[in-house]
């Protein structure tokens, strides 16, 4: 299965107030290329919301490392609650490889 994270409003407010050039970026802009992670394999809505919930924190991480390195500048708590105000997502259940070339592995 695979996720889209798309970023709300929230985050654009937290990398505006640590990041004075990124006081003209938009959500439109944040959003032109959402992060797609693949999760294990769901057969449900259900199911598919448990894996987003196992996996958040490496996500959340992955995304606030993506614009601000400065971890100290980070929210202190991230919890799920703090993720899904932050993160709109969706998920697809049908992911198809026509790469020649074998997955690489990256932990995240």
Known sequence: ???????KGPLLEWLHSIDPTSRDLT???????????LLTESY???EAARHVRRCYK??????LDG?????????RNLTYGLFTEWF????HSVVLDLAK????????
């Open 88 to 91: 709109d997502w969706q998920y």
């Open 44 to 46: 449900s809505d259900e």
């Open 27 to 37: 959500l439109r802009d944040l959003n032109l290329e959402p992060s797609v992670y």
């Open 101 to 108: 070339d074998p997955l690489i592995g990256e932990e995240v």
């Open 1 to 7: 299965m695979a996720v889209i994270l798309f970023t």
């Open 58 to 63: 490496a996500m959340f991480e992955a995304e």
């Open 67 to 75: 614009w601000w390195r400065q971890r100290s500048d980070w929210p």
